[in-house]
């Protein structure tokens, strides 16, 4: 049985000495980090939902806002934890958590009491939004060199950031069963993502993301929010996911009814297949544009196979002309930690030099551009889609409207579209799919 206490031990320790390589490297004594504090919408005294610095959730797992980790060489880490008196809001209690011994803890029941308590902090620096009370104590904020060195270990997963990213898959593939299910009993968008929370046994507010719940033409809209009540669907698209000590999976399913037109029914079909093959290529030493640019060749492929496209085999031309791009308008994926699109996909080093642009067209909404390392994990979420204005776009303006079958397309319009998406950890030569290890 996996025992959290000992991965998340093995994690901060590796925490501590990414820490003391990059203090020496920028000459700090301590590294600060803070939770963070809400922010309100503008002109309202209503709280957005709050998420936590998450640099400091990549050290403490602890809920809440204003805790503070304070970090220097050769100490144990310092927790202040923030425990008030109110009785006007939920503070969640410290009690007795895994990752408690792994810290000196103190408990504070005032805010101003939180800076009081780190002790010396000359020669710190601080990472957070809570920059008013570093500028009281002169402690350096939000030093881009010192960012830029904790995204790039944000990078590399430990055993306890992998456990957790799995466990958010686990829970999030019992919300897409209860989704699907939903779907094919005739359900609208607003009873299939009750069911999903249900499944799951969580609210809005848990999730990682504003989940994606689009039937029939609403899943060509990429970011569609919409809870429309119509029901049966016959198509659905849900993008959703869950999480887990602060980690997110981000999972996406496409599912066709038998009321579907069959052409689409076939096009799903192979865009699966297509989806698990990409999946299978990620590997340490990968450059990820190149799978990518696999992606687009593929789906030329696929859409002539369907009839969409009239290009004879030529699907390097597809790609050049922009011809796939009509239909896959977004990036094959992104890097996957505390952040949904976890930070340093288009860093090129530990210095915080920008990854160079690759100068193809289809690369523009790409949000990893680098090679995979071991114990990466990204996404992979390739998608077809049907979007009027882009489809409009191309027929008036390009050369190769020609080579589009327009009768066919309209066709199609009404079903949306089509993403499929996993969550993939690479490894040395292989991969492994934490996504279909409870969703297949």
């Known amino acids: 049985m996996v025992s959290l206490t000992s991965l998340f031990s093995e994690h901060i320790k590796q925490r501590i000495s990414n820490a003391n390589e990059a203090l020496q490297a920028l000459n700090y004594r301590s590294l600060i980090l803070g939770a963070g504090e809400p922010f309100t919408y503008f002109s309202d005294d209503s709280n957005a939902v709050f998420k936590p610095n998450p640099h400091f959730a990549h050290w403490c797992p602890a809920k809440g806002a204003h805790h503070i980790v304070k970090y220097e060489t050769g100490k144990k880490p310092l927790l202040i934890y923030y425990s008030p008196d109110d009785f006007w809001h939920f503070h969640e209690p410290l009690g007795n958590p895994y990752w408690a011994d792994e810290f000196e803890i103190i408990e504070v029941n005032s805010i101003d009491k939180i800076w009081s308590q780190l002790g010396d902090l000359s020669f710190s620096v601080f990472v957070g939004n809570e920059i008013k009370y570093a500028q009281v104590h002169n402690v350096k904020i939000n030093c881009e060199l010192m960012s830029s060195r904790l995204n790039w270990y944000r990078r590399f997963k430990s055993n306890y950031e992998i456990h957790c990213i799995s466990e958010a898959n686990r829970i999030a593939a019992a919300g897409h069963n209860a989704a699907k299910s939903s779907f094919l009993d005739g359900a609208s968008e607003y009873e299939i993502h009750m069911s999903y929370l249900l499944a799951m046994e969580s609210v809005d507010s848990e ?234």
């Not at 799903?268 to 640019?293: A, I, N, R």
């Open 207 to 440: 999730l990682p993301y504003t989940g994606i719940v689009a039937l029939d033409k609403n899943g060509a809209i990429l970011h569609y929010h919409g809870r429309e009540k119509r029901r049966n669907g016959k198509v659905l698209l849900i993008d959703s996911g869950a999480t887990f000590n602060n980690y997110p999976s981000d999972i996406t399913r496409t599912y066709a009814n038998k009321q579907a037109d069959s052409i689409f029914q076939e096009l799903l079909k192979q865009t699966e297949t297509m989806q698990l093959e990409l999946c299978s290529q990620v590997k340490e030493g990968l450059y990820f544009p190149d799978l990518h640019e696999k992606c687009h060749l593929k789906i030329a492929e696929i859409l002539e196979n369907i009839g969409v496209l009239k290009i004879s085999g030529d699907y390097n031309t597809a790609l050049q002309e922009g011809m796939t791009k009509v239909f896959f308008p977004h990036g094959l994926g992104h890097m996957l930690g505390i952040q949904v699109h976890d930070i340093g996909g288009k860093q090129l080093d530990i210095q915080g030099n920008p990854a160079p642009k690759n100068p193809k067209n289809i690369f523009s909404s790409l949000r990893f551009v680098g090679p995979l390392e071991k114990n990466v994990v990204v996404t992979v979420e390739p998608g077809i889609y049907f979007i009027p204005i882009l489809l409009n776009q191309f027929r008036e303006n390009n050369n190769y409207s020609d080579k589009i079958n327009w009768n066919l397309i309209e066709k199609l319009i009404p079903f949306g579209g089509i993403r499929i998406e996993d969550n993939v950890l690479a490894l040395g030569n292989s991969q492994r799919n934490l996504t279909r290890e409870f969703l297949p």
